[in-house]
């Protein structure tokens, strides 16, 4: 194993010579040489240094050197470098009395080149006055240059945009009604309802272009609820209100508005009603079984909101899914409010549901109600059978036991039916949803006249 290794190692131990005599001995033989020159020298060199004249005269060559070099840009400290700054407001100056000018940018960036210093510096001092000149200017379409006062010789300015192309026209005044709109109402107390507001003033003068003009469909007072220092049933007064122009379709148009802003007089009100929970079932039960009884954990809520919506409000919809439902079972449900209403004393019920055998009864003399007839039309039937049908029952035998016959009307709607005989389909509707209404006679015949 030795003489192997020997072997292998052999050719590194040559090269290593060859490294050893050409390279390493040159080296060290220079390193050798300059120390004994330095050592020879070291005297002569350090007496001549200390001289004040020499010294004071070194220093003013290198001085003057480091300075023009500089001075002329022969060297750089720093390479260059960009910046933006951005949104410089930009002033127009135009007889605004007189003339609407459209085509300005509310903004522009400015784009620095120098070097790193020279732009610091640069962004604590930004160019001034950005501004574009139309003195002078009639109405039409002109180009324009934007102007702007440079701070710092030694950067370069871009301003973004440079050029532009503005529309100037005559200014025309027109009167408009002013409506009222609430914003953020969801952060007003659901309990409370603005129910009147009562606007300083009910029209504003509007200027602009002809043609800006001619797009404004209204002018709305925008109350933001969020404004309001404490609100509480009763009065109080909202100042600073903006009006915004918009035109047919929603947008905002950007006209004059005189004055801009509005003061309002606000009657708050806490509008409530307690109305009952309707159960409403959705879909068929299983083939064979009726609901037997639909309770719910809360009867009755109190509801919140609009006088107008709380005036036709008669109950509280709760809808459940029992199709095919073969069993009894509980669901808890999710209370919707209806249109209209921001607060409701219960959000949430458990709806249980029993089922029994199907059962089914036939009521006679059903007589038929006529819905939507047009104005200055009358009604007949045909003959005597078709101003009744017998309707057919189907639910558990307690509810039809006990169902009473007023709750179950027979409907015809008329509407779009003109004189003449016609055909109409007959649909029948009851109070007690747990049963199911269907007309024995689907049709019946009657004369418009």
């Given at each position: 194993m030795r003489k192997v290794l020997r072997v292998i190692s052999v050719p590194f131990i040559w090269i290593w010579k060859i490294i050893d005599k050409l390279l390493i001995v040159n080296i060290t033989k220079a390193f050798l040489k300059a120390r004994d020159?330095?050592?020879?020298?070291?005297?002569?060199?350090?007496?001549?240094?200390?001289?004040?004249?020499?010294?004071?005269?070194?220093?003013?060559?290198?001085?003057?050197?480091?300075?023009?070099?500089?001075?002329?840009?022969?060297?750089?400290?720093?390479?260059?470098?960009?910046?933006?700054?951005?949104?410089?407001?930009?002033?127009?100056?135009?007889?605004?009395?007189?003339?609407?000018?459209?085509?300005?940018?509310?903004?522009?960036?400015?784009?620095?080149?120098?070097?790193?210093?020279?732009?610091f510096l640069a962004k604590q001092l930004p160019p001034s006055d950005i501004k574009v000149d139309l003195t002078g200017l009639g109405a039409g379409t002109h180009r324009v240059n934007l102007t702007y006062t440079q701070t710092l010789g030694n950067v370069q300015y871009r301003i973004d945009p440079s050029t532009i192309t503005v529309v100037i026209s005559p200014k025309e005044s027109v009167v408009k009604t002013i409506t009222s709109d609430i914003l953020h109402i969801d952060s007003l107390d659901p309990k409370l309802y603005i129910s009147n507001i009562e606007l300083e003033q009910d029209q504003v003068v509007v200027k602009g272009s002809e043609e800006r003009l001619a797009e404004v469909a209204q002018v709305r007072a925008l109350l933001d609820a969020r404004s309001l220092n404490?609100?509480?049933?009763?009065?109080?007064?909202?100042?600073?209100?903006?009006?915004?122009?918009?035109?047919?379709?929603?947008?905002?148009?950007?006209?004059?508005?005189v004055p801009r802003q509005i003061s309002a007089e606000l009657t708050i009100t806490s509008p409530s009603k307690e109305v009952p929970v309707r159960v409403i079932?959705?879909?068929?039960?299983?083939?064979?079984?009726?609901?037997?009884?639909m309770s719910s954990s809360v009867n009755r809520v109190t509801v919140y909101g609009s006088e107008a919506a709380l005036e036709n409000l008669n109950y509280v919809p709760v809808r459940i899914n029992v199709r095919n439902l073969n069993a009894n079972r509980d669901f808890n449900v999710h209370i919707g409010k209806p249109v209209g209403v921001r607060y409701m004393t219960s959000n949430n019920a458990t709806v249980s549901v029993t089922l029994g055998r199907e059962a089914t009864k036939e009521l006679d003399n059903v007589f038929i109600e006529y819905q939507n007839l047009g104005s200055g039309l009358s009604i007949q039937a045909a003959t005597e059978r078709d101003t009744r049908v017998s309707v057919i029952l189907k639910g558990s035998r307690t509810v039809l036991d006990n169902l009473d016959p007023t709750t179950v009307t027979?409907?015809?709607?008329?509407?779009?039916?003109?004189?003449?005989?016609?055909?109409?389909?007959?649909?029948?509707?009851?109070?007690?949803?747990?049963?199911?209404?269907?007309?024995?006679?689907?049709t019946v015949t009657l004369r418009i006249s």
């Amino acid at each position: 194993m030795r003489k192997v290794l020997r072997v292998i190692s052999v050719p590194f131990i040559w090269i290593w010579k060859i490294i050893d005599k050409l390279l390493i001995v040159n080296i060290t033989k220079a390193f050798l040489k300059a120390r004994d020159f330095w050592a020879d020298n070291n005297k002569t060199l350090e007496a001549w240094l200390f001289k004040t004249n020499n010294l004071i005269i070194i220093a003013l060559i290198l001085s003057f050197s480091f300075f023009f070099l500089v001075n002329n840009r022969a060297i750089q400290l720093t390479r260059n470098s960009a910046d933006v700054i951005q949104n410089q407001r930009v002033n127009a100056i135009y007889n605004s009395e007189r003339y609407v000018v459209e085509g300005i940018p509310r903004t522009v960036d400015i784009t620095l080149i120098g070097s790193s210093s020279d732009l610091f510096l640069a962004k604590q001092l930004p160019p001034s006055d950005i501004k574009v000149d139309l003195t002078g200017l009639g109405a039409g379409t002109h180009r324009v240059n934007l102007t702007y006062t440079q701070t710092l010789g030694n950067v370069q300015y871009r301003i973004d945009p440079s050029t532009i192309t503005v529309v100037i026209s005559p200014k025309e005044s027109v009167v408009k009604t002013i409506t009222s709109d609430i914003l953020h109402i969801d952060s007003l107390d659901p309990k409370l309802y603005i129910s009147n507001i009562e606007l300083e003033q009910d029209q504003v003068v509007v200027k602009g272009s002809e043609e800006r003009l001619a797009e404004v469909a209204q002018v709305r007072a925008l109350l933001d609820a969020r404004s309001l220092n404490d609100p509480a049933v009763g009065t109080m007064s909202a100042d600073d209100i903006p009006l915004v122009a918009f035109d047919r379709n929603g947008r905002r148009v950007n006209v004059e508005i005189v004055p801009r802003q509005i003061s309002a007089e606000l009657t708050i009100t806490s509008p409530s009603k307690e109305v009952p929970v309707r159960v409403i079932p959705t879909g068929d039960v299983a083939f064979g079984r009726a609901i037997t009884t639909m309770s719910s954990s809360v009867n009755r809520v109190t509801v919140y909101g609009s006088e107008a919506a709380l005036e036709n409000l008669n109950y509280v919809p709760v809808r459940i899914n029992v199709r095919n439902l073969n069993a009894n079972r509980d669901f808890n449900v999710h209370i919707g409010k209806p249109v209209g209403v921001r607060y409701m004393t219960s959000n949430n019920a458990t709806v249980s549901v029993t089922l029994g055998r199907e059962a089914t009864k036939e009521l006679d003399n059903v007589f038929i109600e006529y819905q939507n007839l047009g104005s200055g039309l009358s009604i007949q039937a045909a003959t005597e059978r078709d101003t009744r049908v017998s309707v057919i029952l189907k639910g558990s035998r307690t509810v039809l036991d006990n169902l009473d016959p007023t709750t179950v009307t027979a409907i015809v709607d008329l509407r779009g039916y003109g004189r003449g005989t016609h055909t109409v389909r007959v649909r029948v509707v009851g109070e007690d949803l747990r049963i199911r209404y269907q007309p024995k006679v689907n049709t019946v015949t009657l004369r418009i006249s």
